[in-house]
């Protein structure tokens, strides 16, 4: 059986020298640092519009919309149309899970209005117009502060602060908005964990309606006792053509709402796979004069009776070993700056997770670069002519 070398032979040479070790260890460090960071942004920013899809929730939409909610104008008879009318809609309680709801962006002012001339900035919001059997339809959404807005006050989501870019303390219980030139108190915050519901505000439906002086909503929210009773929703829109609108599964809409996030999704990796690729190619050249260092040592232990094999072994110990530390310390990294942190987008926003796949993502990756970091190395080692080897200074 050939002879192995012992594995702390490989973690010796690690100590020889320790700026060239730790400058290695940094780069991977960097590399599982940021893949775990993409992998967190990239599923987050997937999951936060897939997630509020459901096949048992539906939105009714005006025809001419073309699926966009922010375009769409129902009627606010059809809400209750749609509840005595259509079977298999969930009635917890006994009450209609039918949500009309008005869905606005808007620009938005914190606290009571300044004295004049007195600075006043104004923030990009979006704001939710609903009544009470929005929490029946979105029963994600957990109220876990204070209580559901009444006239003239505002349900605050979790994420809200970080989508303005201001401290959380600013859109505190009893503190004021304004917007759509109506003032209001915050009644409460709620979660709707993995979603970008968290990052919107919702008002009483009749309070916007006034402020922005329309009679419509701009979609009907209907939760369905079963995924097959959307059959029921679809024929009471074929039957009922002159309310003029449509129904789609939440759980298409929404998909086809991530699908627009896709080209940013490549590009993230896109952007991760260059830096990998450069701290691949530095990772090599470092071994690789880590050997040139080592031509006699090595050639030495060949005359002795250790196979090339051995040699190879030996120095993928050493590019696991120290790709691995680097892992190590690059997600406790990660873990530290990117967990838990908000990331803005369009009128949303999301929070970052460091889960189990982005940790085994970027942990592998890692590992997998230090072996291949290694071959480089490697050939050389088995290539080398060990009589002209040992007589090099």
Same mark, same amino acid.
């Given at each position: 059986?050939?002879?192995?070398?012992?594995?702390?032979?490989?973690?010796?040479?690690?100590?020889?020298?320790?700026?060239?070790?730790?400058?290695?260890?940094?780069?991977?460090?960097?590399?599982?640092?940021?893949?775990?960071?993409?992998?967190?942004?990239?599923?987050?920013?997937?999951?936060?519009?897939?997630?509020?899809?459901?096949?048992?929730?539906?939105?009714?939409?005006?025809?001419?919309?073309?699926?966009?909610?922010?375009?769409?104008?129902?009627?606010?008879?059809?809400?209750?149309?749609?509840?005595?009318?259509?079977?298999?809609?969930?009635?917890?309680?006994?009450?209609? +899970?039918?949500?009309?709801?008005?869905?606005?962006?808007?620009?938005?002012?914190?606290?009571?209005?300044?004295?004049?001339?007195?600075?006043?900035?104004?923030?990009?919001?979006?704001?939710?117009?609903?009544?009470?059997?929005?929490?029946?339809?979105?029963?994600?959404?957990?109220?876990?502060?204070?209580?559901?807005?009444?006239?003239?006050?505002?349900?605050?989501?979790?994420?809200?602060?970080?989508?303005?870019?201001?401290?959380?303390?600013?859109?505190?219980?009893?503190?004021?908005?304004?917007?759509?030139?109506?003032?209001?108190?915050?009644?409460?915050?709620?979660?709707?964990?993995?979603?970008?519901?968290?990052?919107?505000?919702?008002?009483?439906?009749?309070?916007?309606?006034?402020?922005?002086?329309?009679?419509?909503?701009?979609?009907?929210?209907?939760?369905?006792?079963?995924?097959?009773?959307? +059959?029921?929703?679809?024929?009471?829109?074929?039957?009922?053509?002159?309310?003029?609108?449509?129904?789609?599964?939440?759980?298409?809409?929404?998909?086809?709402?991530?699908?627009?996030?896709?080209?940013?999704?490549?590009?993230?990796?896109?952007?991760?796979?260059?830096?990998?690729?450069?701290?691949?190619?530095?990772?090599?050249?470092?071994?690789?004069?880590?050997?040139?260092?080592?031509?006699?040592?090595?050639?030495?232990?060949?005359?002795?009776?250790?196979?090339?094999?051995?040699?190879?072994?030996?120095?993928?110990?050493?590019?696991?070993?120290?790709?691995?530390?680097?892992?190590?310390?690059?997600?406790?990294?990660?873990?530290?700056?990117?967990?838990?942190?908000?990331?803005?987008?369009?009128?949303?926003?999301?929070?970052?997770?460091?889960?189990?796949?982005?940790?085994?993502?970027?942990?592998?990756?890692?590992?997998?670069?230090?072996?291949?970091?290694?071959?480089?190395?490697?050939?050389?080692?088995?290539?080398?002519?060990?009589?002209?080897?040992?007589?090099?200074?």
């Amino acid at each position: 059986m050939a002879r192995v070398l012992p594995f702390d032979y490989a973690v010796r040479n690690l100590a020889r020298r320790p700026l060239r070790t730790a400058l290695t260890a940094g780069s991977c460090a960097l590399v599982a640092a940021l893949l775990a960071s993409t992998t967190a942004f990239v599923q987050g920013l997937g999951r936060s519009s897939a997630s509020q899809g459901r096949d048992d929730v539906a939105l009714v939409l005006s025809r001419v919309a073309q699926n966009d909610v922010l375009r769409s104008t129902v009627g606010s008879g059809v809400a209750r149309e749609i509840a005595a009318s259509v079977s298999g809609i969930a009635r917890p309680g006994g009450v209609a +899970a039918v949500s009309p709801e008005i869905h606005v962006g808007t620009r938005l002012r914190l606290g009571p209005a300044p004295a004049e001339g007195a600075a006043d900035p104004v923030y990009e919001g979006f704001v939710r117009g609903v009544e009470g059997e929005a929490f029946l339809v979105h029963d994600a959404v957990t109220i876990v502060e204070g209580a559901p807005p009444g006239p003239g006050e505002v349900l605050v989501g979790r994420l809200v602060h970080a989508r303005l870019g201001v401290p959380e303390e600013r859109l505190a219980i009893g503190e004021t908005l304004r917007f759509e030139n109506g003032e209001f108190r915050v009644s409460g915050r709620f979660v709707a964990p993995g979603t970008t519901i968290e990052s919107e505000l919702w008002a009483p439906v009749q309070d916007l309606k006034s402020l922005t002086r329309r009679d419509d909503v701009s979609a009907v929210f209907v939760r369905l006792d079963r995924p097959e009773d959307m +059959a029921h929703l679809d024929l009471f829109m074929q039957k009922r053509l002159d309310l003029e609108v449509t129904a789609i599964r939440s759980s298409v809409y929404y998909a086809e709402l991530a699908a627009w996030f896709t080209p940013i999704q490549g590009l993230a990796w896109v952007l991760a796979a260059m830096i990998v690729a450069a701290a691949l190619f530095g990772a090599a050249n470092t071994l690789n004069a880590a050997v040139q260092d080592r031509v006699r040592e090595l050639a030495t232990l060949r005359a002795v009776g250790y196979r090339g094999r051995a040699l190879v072994i030996a120095l993928a110990q050493e590019g696991v070993v120290l790709a691995a530390l680097g892992g190590l310390v690059g997600l406790a990294v990660a873990r530290l700056l990117v967990e838990g942190a908000a990331v803005q987008i369009a009128m949303g926003a999301f929070q970052l997770e460091v889960d189990a796949v982005a940790v085994l993502t970027a942990f592998g990756a890692v590992l997998f670069l230090g072996l291949l970091a290694v071959l480089p190395a490697s050939l050389r080692v088995l290539r080398m002519p060990v009589a002209l080897a040992l007589k090099e200074n």
